[in-house]
């Protein structure tokens, strides 16, 4: 009996090639062994170099790119207008020679209107600040 055991298992572990009718090819099975290679040390030379635990494993330092300077607008101031409540800066842009009238928080390209002043209006954009003064811009 265990030698009828014994060939039993000898051969269904291997499974010879089907016949699956003309003009078809043969189907095959694999045998997966009961124990595999173990991998190549240099699988894991990465692993070991930093290993995944350690305090000095640290991921990469990105550092944001500095923004650059904006352009300061090319405009000038023609005129300013003061009441109990409203303030307006009449602005020509000296590139379209569009004028236009300009209240604090309105945009001049990419600049915000601060401050409309007695004598000047106050620009900013980003971490920068230009005054631009009555008559006397660009």
Excluded: C
């Amino acid at each position: 009996m265990a030698v009828g055991l014994w060939f039993i298992w000898q051969h269904g572990r291997e499974t010879p090639a089907v016949d699956t009718g003309p003009g078809q090819q043969p189907l095959r099975t694999i045998t997966i062994p009961d124990e595999p290679d173990p991998p190549e040390a240099e699988t894991y030379a990465v692993i070991l170099e930093r290993p995944l635990f350690s305090p000095q494993r640290r991921p990469p330092v990105i550092v944001p790119p500095e923004p650059q300077p904006t352009a300061p607008p090319r405009i000038h101031l023609s005129a300013i207008t003061i009441s109990n409540s409203v303030r307006v800066a009449v602005v020509r842009d000296l590139d379209s020679r569009q004028t236009r009238h300009v209240r604090e928080g309105d945009k001049v390209g990419d600049w915000v209107v601060e401050n409309v002043g007695r004598n000047s209006v106050i620009l900013t954009a980003q971490d920068q600040r230009i005054t631009i003064p009555l008559f006397g811009g660009e």
